[in-house]
């Protein structure tokens, strides 16, 4: 069901067709068709055949119903819902420092640093961001932290860093996040891959699709996210990346827009730099930045090793002005 959500619209009915075959209509023992009616195969038949991309959805709720029933029943009585149990109280527990132990510096950030930390109870690695309170005040940050925090709250996105836990001490504000080991894109696009070579169109290729998956669930949560750029976009020990650092983010109201001008020199909108009102367009044009840095192997505002001032910066992304050389400039 999981691959059949996230496949290609061109390869989904086919996909669709599989599933069909081996669950709804196969008689062994894998088939579902004791707890899914008759009538509600027929219909996810009917919308297999009329090409619908909403076939499964009553199948899924009458699974859902039935494992509700007997087999939860069957649940609760077994030791493993007495380790659930377990679990849940853990997970209730108050958390504080003592919940984790600190490793090494990850990096470090304008409020503080970021440590690899793990926790006590189930050993698992995350990514602490601390935040010093005082930096935090000395740079009148209260209201961008606090933003930071009640977003990440909300999101749960395998394509942006996820908020696990947080707790304060004395000094500061600790966000516990997904851990990304494989440093960011920055670090790959001018370190790992040779001087002005970019990272290679297949692989900024897969690299751009996963950003923009994490672009496009900010943007239905109605967040704006407003700093996509390579140093904010992070690598997994498996090679996959995620957005991270939603300092600058912000709801968009429903039907509304916002307003500021904020984000980095070079990745910043044309109606960012002007001032003028947006809703989720600033995000779409660092994007387009970012794919091109990852390709080229540069910022696209600037030449090669060039020294540029912030308003001639600025002057060229209102007037598209874009270099031109490598991959691009061929194709």
Known sequence: AERYEVELDETRTALAAEVFGLYLKAEDADAV???????????????????????FSECIRCVKSFLAGIPFAEFERSMYFHRYLQWKWLEAQPITQNTFRMYRVLGKGGFGEVCACQVRATGKMYACKKLEKKRIKKRKGEAMVLIEKQILQRINSRFVVNLAYAYE????????????NGGDLKFHI???CGADT????????????????????????????RDCKPENILLDDAGHVRISDLGLAVDVPEGGSVRGRVGTVGYMAPEVIDNERYTFSPDWFSFGCLVYEM????????????????????????????WLEGPLASN
């Open 33 to 55: 068709t004791d707890v899914v009616s008759p009538t509600v195969v027929e219909d996810a038949s009917k919308l297999l055949e009329a090409g619908s991309k909403d076939i």
């Open 169 to 180: 001490t004395k000094d500061a504000l600790c966000l516990v996040l997904t851990i990304m």
């Open 190 to 192: 001018y370190n790992m």
């Open 198 to 225: 970019g990272l290679g169109l297949e692989r900024s290729r897969f690299y751009a699709a996963q950003v923009a998956c994490g672009l496009e669930h900010l943007h239905k949560m109605g967040i704006v996210y």
């Open 295 to 322: 390709i080229e192997g540069r910022a696209p505002f600037r030449a090669r090793k060039e020294k540029v001032k912030r308003d001639e910066v600025d002057r060229r992304v209102k007037v598209r002005y874009i």
